[in-house]
């Protein structure tokens, strides 16, 4: 079992940046491969990034390539997602994931075990 708390949200300007940060509890943390995904009102939920167990590996949705960033330190428990030149189109719920299928990287919602409650991200035009 692993328990996800999302922090960092908030409301910005466009343009700006924030650093979301997500601790997970329990030993097991660097067993997983660590997603973000966002929900906008009215979509469905939606891949942001994914870093694998080890923080060898990023990918990131086309949508936020060049502009956010995944990273992890497995001592602290925690991941983050740098997000950077942020526009009104961001503003979601940000949610982190635990996926312990760690032998293949994820991008779909069903493929992930665990997850957090969410933290909102408002980008002001």
């Known amino acids: 079992q692993v328990q996800l708390v999302e922090s960092g949200g908030g409301l910005v300007q466009a343009g700006g940046s924030l650093r979301l940060s997500c601790a997970a509890s329990?030993?097991?943390?660097?067993?997983?491969?660590m997603g973000w995904f966002r929900q906008a009102p009215g979509k469905e939920r939606e891949f942001v990034a994914v870093?694998?167990?080890?923080?060898?590996?990023?990918y990131y949705a086309d949508s936020v390539k060049g502009r956010f960033s995944i990273s992890r330190v497995n001592a602290k428990n925690t991941v983050y997602l740098q997000m950077n030149s942020l526009k009104p189109e961001d503003t979601a719920v940000y949610y982190c994931?635990?996926?312990?299928?760690?032998?293949?990287?994820?991008?779909?919602?069903?493929?992930?075990?665990?997850w957090g409650q969410g933290t909102q991200v408002t980008v002001s035009s």
């Open positions: 870093i694998t167990w080890s923080g060898g590996r990023t």
């Open positions: 994931a635990a996926d312990s299928s760690v032998s293949l990287v994820h991008s779909r919602v069903y493929e992930y075990d665990y």
């Open positions: 329990g030993r097991t943390f660097s067993r997983y491969n």
